[in-house]
């Protein structure tokens, strides 16, 4: 098995739950895309990333079955390993910073793979979806509490490679963000905690505009 180290992105204030990441420091010891994947889909967890070039940030980011240009919690969670201003990735260069233990990425809605973002009336019937079919990405929601901006929600990722519930999502929590306009604590899966807020304006607008997703990582 080729080395690699796992963490939990996006764990909540008590430093619980969290997305688990596998990080491969040494890109080089699995140069090819084919290896890549193979990997990653052995490994089984919702992401994988390579560091090319830990100095620059270059990454390359995996699903059980396929390669993606941005993920949210891949980038947080390899920044928190790096310790770098900012990542390289194939969407584009994501800026970095720390503040208060928390690790935050900047980047753009566009960036982020398709979801669908379904809203529902109540946390409670979030947390009482089943499962659904394989063939759609969706993020379900609901207000916790709209006026303090705090969510409820679970990720279902849709492509029948295994994981049925993505226990946190950057990228989604970066679209919900863009969509609603304003800053937002989510809760998704278990427990884990998300932090989004829009970058000042001058930075874009829409899914051109600047989003900052953040959270805590530790170490699996």
């Known amino acids: 098995m080729t080395d ?6 996006f764990c909540d204030s008590g430093g619980r739950h969290g997305n688990e990441l596998a990080v491969v420091r040494d890109g080089a010891s699995v140069p090819d895309e084919s290896g890549r994947q193979a990997l990653a889909r052995e490994l089984g967890f919702s992401e994988t990333v390579f560091v090319d070039d830990p100095d620059r940030g270059l990454i390359d980011i995996y699903t059980p079955t396929l390669r993606l240009p941005f993920a949210g919690h891949p980038c947080v969670g390899a920044a928190w390993l790096l310790g770098v201003p900012r990542l390289v990735t ?4 994501v800026t970095v910073r720390n503040a208060d233990g928390l690790v935050w990425i900047a980047a753009r809605a ?3 793979p398709p ?11 979030v947390d009482a979806l089943p ?5 759609e990405w969706v993020y379900a929601w609901a207000w916790q509490d709209e006026a303090d901006g705090r969510v409820r929600a679970r990720a279902f990722p849709g492509r ?10 950057g990228a989604a929590a970066l679209l919900l963000t863009a969509r609603l306009g304003r800053a937002l ?9 998300i932090l989004t807020a829009a970058v000042p304006a001058g930075t874009g607008a829409g899914n051109h505009q600047l989003i900052e997703v953040g959270g805590r990582v530790r170490r699996a």
């Open 185 to 193: 604590t989510i809760t998704q899966g278990r427990g884990s905690q």
């Open 131 to 135: 499962v659904p079919p394989p063939g």
């Open 90 to 93: 194939p969407a584009g260069e």
């Open 110 to 112: 566009a960036w982020a």
């Open 160 to 169: 029948g490679d295994g994981i049925d519930e993505d226990e946190a999502t």
């Open 115 to 125: 979801r669908t973002l379904r809203r529902y009336g109540s946390p409670a019937e």
């Open 4 to 9: 690699h180290e796992v963490l939990r992105v």
